[in-house]
């Protein structure tokens, strides 16, 4: 019973389309977050989430839009996907920050943009 | 600007030996250190943790210590073993939203 699960696990596609990736978290956790591991396999965040609110919005192209049905699911939308969005995306959840620090990660979406 | 660094990109230890790995980081504010552990395919798994009021924290085979006023933390691992090959993360927390900046990783192998 995965506890962070993301589809897809892989996804290739041209550029110019639009894609999304889709997080879903079973853990109770108030806080999910988007990181993005490029090529040089540095783990950036992109994204936080609380109660469904966004808290942490970090340096991002307009093209990625987070969605967040609810507390446990955080979507991540891209528009105009361009080569430089070839990167592995991972989500991840924790409880309320103030009181947890262990951030729990899904398996990751291995993106190539052709 | 990389805030948090982990200057060796690989290790090799024989198994039974400790493995040392190494992180150092320049912002002050951080208060909240991590270790996550990554294995091919799959995502970072949370190892140990420290908080920026202690020097040291231990749990099993893992211990980690902080040396604030040199910026710099490590990671033990004693005795290491087999599987513990993977590639390990040092992470720090700044502010009380959550946000953690990671380093670039560290390969550990650990030869039988």
């Known amino acids: 019973d995965t506890a962070v699960s993301q589809t897809p696990k892989y996804l290739v596609t041209q550029m110019g389309n639009d894609k999304s990736i889709k997080c879903e978290q079973n853990l109770g956790h108030d806080t999910m977050y988007w990181y993005k591991q490029d090529s040089k396999k540095f783990l950036k965040i992109m994204f936080s989430y609380n109660n469904k609110e966004l808290i942490i919005n970090e340096t991002v192209p307009n093209r990625f839009s987070p969605k967040s049905p609810d507390k446990a699911h955080l979507n991540l939308h891209i528009n105009s996907l361009e080569l430089g969005d070839s990167a592995v995306y991972f989500c991840?959840?924790?409880?309320?920050?103030?009181?947890?620090?262990?951030?729990?990660f899904g398996p990751g979406t291995r993106l190539t943009v052709t | 600007d990389q805030q948090v660094k982990q200057n060796s990109p690989s290790l090799s230890v024989q198994e039974g030996r400790i493995s040392i790995l190494n992180c150092d980081y320049t912002?002050?504010?951080?208060?909240?250190f991590l270790w996550y552990k990554k294995y091919p395919a799959e995502g970072p798994t949370f190892l140990i943790s420290i908080s920026s009021i202690k020097d040291k924290n231990e749990d099993g085979r893992f211990t980690v210590f902080l040396n604030k006023s040199a910026k710099h933390l490590s990671l033990h691992i004693v005795p290491s073993q087999p599987g513990d090959s993977a590639v390990y993360f040092c992470?720090?927390?700044?502010?009380?939203?959550?946000?953690?900046?990671f380093g670039q990783g560290t390969i550990l192998t650990v030869h039988p």
């Open positions: 912002n002050s504010m951080f208060d909240y």
């Open positions: 992470a720090a927390r700044e502010t009380s939203y959550g946000k953690l900046t």
């Open positions: 991840a959840s924790s409880q309320e920050p103030r009181f947890g620090y262990e951030q729990y």
